[in-house]
């Protein structure tokens, strides 16, 4: 098999490659038609099977749901070339949350106010449409001070009152998602609904906040009964610039029980954006 990079898929010409996963592609790309760009997302050859085709047609039921509203990129095409199934949907010129986590927090810092309550905004239209992210983490959402945050990668997204235990463990027990911010309720197979993303989010903003994530631990194991332990972490013992009062909201976010978190993404969304995050503006 040939391992140089494909040029172009269908009628898209790749313009550089985005991102590399295990198993898919996402490229910058330009349609010919018409000349628009557009993000390519394609399986790898070695992952066109039952599985992987199934988690790309799952993500392309949920962007075609939530198609129309501001939070998430639209939907323009999907098909095969070459036996290898891809989407296009809208491009977007600014990086993920998680690739600002990388740059440090100095370097994101005065962007927070602004971003962190806009965390909320995609999981309001997300959740009122019945769907679970499931996967809500500092990578799977984009951000630009212009543009604002998009959700992305509805892969593993499940409708409300669902579970994660056919797709989250295998027989080696090893789990779909991200361990590092996955909830108590995704490990433990209960039914899950918004809240379980709103953990999620918690975790994502206390690693904005304090450039590290809530648990670590050396095993899978170890990381995964951390989460479920009645023990919330405080961002404000890392970050002293943190207000008391955000300091209690996000561990409301980060509860174990569900419902000691917000009851829904709205609810969440009114309190981050009524309640300072810092005591004095952060610094660059």
């Not at 269908?10 to 349609?31: C, F, T």
């Not at 669902?162 to 989250?168: A, E, M, Q, V």
């Not at 994530?213 to 009964?225: D, S």
């Amino acid at each position: 098999m040939s391992s140089e990079l494909p040029q172009r898929t269908g009628p898209y010409r790749h313009i550089r490659m985005v991102y590399a996963g295990q198993s898919s592609q996402l490229w910058k790309a330009r349609d010919e038609r018409d000349g628009k760009t557009v993000a390519v997302k394609r399986l790898l050859p070695n992952y066109v099977d039952r599985e992987h085709v199934a988690l790309l047609n799952k993500e392309r039921q949920v962007t075609v749901s939530l198609d129309g509203s501001p939070s998430f990129l639209h939907f323009y095409d999907a098909g095969k070339d070459a036996g290898i199934p891809y989407l296009v949907l809208e491009w977007f010129a600014g990086p993920s949350v998680g690739q600002l986590v990388k740059l440090g927090y100095s370097t994101y810092a005065p962007v927070l106010p602004q971003l962190i309550p806009a965390l909320f905004e995609p999981l309001i239209p997300l959740h009122q449409a019945g769907w679970v992210h499931c996967d809500i983490k500092p990578d799977n959402f984009l951000f630009s001070p212009e543009l604002g945050v998009k959700l992305i990668d509805f892969a593993i997204t499940e409708k409300k009152g669902g579970s994660l235990l056919p797709r989250f463990f295998r027989k080696s027990a090893a789990i779909r998602g991200t361990a590092t911010y996955i909830s108590p309720e995704q490990i433990e197979h209960r039914p899950l609904d918004g809240r379980t993303d709103l953990y999620c989010l918690g975790a994502t903003i206390l690693e904005l906040l304090t450039g590290a994530a809530p648990f670590a631990g050396n095993t899978l194991g170890e990381l995964l009964n951390k989460h479920r332990s009645p023990h919330v972490p405080s961002v404000a013992a890392k970050n002293r610039n943190v207000t008391p009062q955000f300091d209690a909201f996000l561990k409301s976010l980060l509860s174990p029980d569900p419902n000691k978190r917000p009851s829904s993404a709205q609810e969440a969304f009114s309190v981050a954006k009524r309640l300072p995050i810092f005591l004095k503006p952060p610094e660059g």
